[in-house]
């Protein structure tokens, strides 16, 4: 079986059981957690040490969770460990937290600058996005001065590039190819 048949099964399930109990906003932070603390390295390490028993590492985890997770968040991940799948659990983690995205209409949008947005006009473009795809809109910024200027924008699957970067790497192609056809 796949990595993404895993991941995907396992959220299933832990989607529909909390969706059943009504505690899906509870479950989606702990999902968010458990994708945080999977980007510690010392983390990574601990899932996926096949010297580390499993019984250690779910009393690893109970250790320093506990307490800010959900009972069936431990329970999904007692289980987890328990088949020898916790390599998966940054995975499962994050199919979930896009099923409860999904479930919930909101749609991840992302847009790249040069130089951090003003607020405002951040939230223009959540309304306008908003407004064009009939969907709740989650806009995370990123500020990345190698695009020079403009703005990139993803929606879903859809891209929107028009950073200074682009366009003055598309010129600079035009003009290599009518140098060499001249």
Same mark, same amino acid.
């Given at each position: 079986?796949?990595?993404?048949?895993?991941?995907?099964?396992?959220?299933?399930?832990?989607?529909?059981?909390?969706?059943?109990?009504?505690?899906?906003?509870?479950?989606?932070?702990?999902?968010?957690?458990?994708?945080?603390?999977?980007?510690?390295?010392?983390?990574?390490?601990? /899932? =996926?040490?096949?010297? +580390?028993?499993?019984? @250690?590492?779910? #009393?690893? &985890?109970?250790? %320093?969770?506990?307490?800010?997770?959900?009972?069936?968040?431990?329970?999904?991940?007692?289980?987890?460990?328990?088949?020898?799948?916790?390599?998966?659990?940054?995975? /499962? =983690?994050?199919?979930? +937290?896009?099923?409860? @995205?999904?479930? #919930?209409? &909101?749609?991840? %949008?992302?847009?790249?600058?040069?130089?951090?947005?003003?607020?405002?006009?951040?939230?223009?473009?959540?309304?306008?996005?908003?407004?064009?795809?009939?969907?709740?809109?989650?806009?995370?910024? +990123?500020?990345?001065?190698?695009?020079?200027?403009?703005?990139?924008?993803?929606?879903?699957?859809?891209?929107?590039?028009?950073?200074?970067?682009?366009?003055?790497?598309?010129?600079?192609?035009?003009?290599?190819?009518?140098?060499?056809?001249?």
């Amino acid at each position: 079986m796949n990595e993404s048949k895993i991941s995907v099964r396992y959220s299933r399930a832990l989607f529909l059981s909390a969706l059943n109990k009504n505690i899906l906003d509870r479950i989606y932070r702990d999902m968010i957690l458990i994708s945080e603390i999977s980007a510690i390295p010392e983390f990574r390490e601990l /899932i =996926a040490s096949p010297i +580390i028993l499993p019984s @250690k590492k779910t #009393k690893i &985890i109970h250790n %320093t969770l506990g307490e800010n997770l959900d009972a069936l968040t431990l329970s999904l991940i007692d289980l987890v460990v328990k088949n020898g799948r916790e390599s998966y659990l940054p995975a /499962i =983690a994050r199919v979930f +937290i896009s099923q409860t @995205k999904e479930h #919930k209409g &909101i749609t991840e %949008t992302i847009l790249t600058t040069a130089v951090k947005v003003d607020e405002k006009i951040k939230k223009q473009i959540a309304d306008f996005i908003s407004d064009s795809f009939k969907t709740k809109v989650e806009l995370k910024e +990123i500020v990345d001065d190698n695009i020079i200027g403009g703005f990139m924008l993803r929606i879903e699957d859809k891209y929107i590039d028009a950073s200074i970067r682009t366009k003055l790497n598309k010129i600079k192609k035009e003009l290599l190819a009518k140098t060499l056809t001249d």
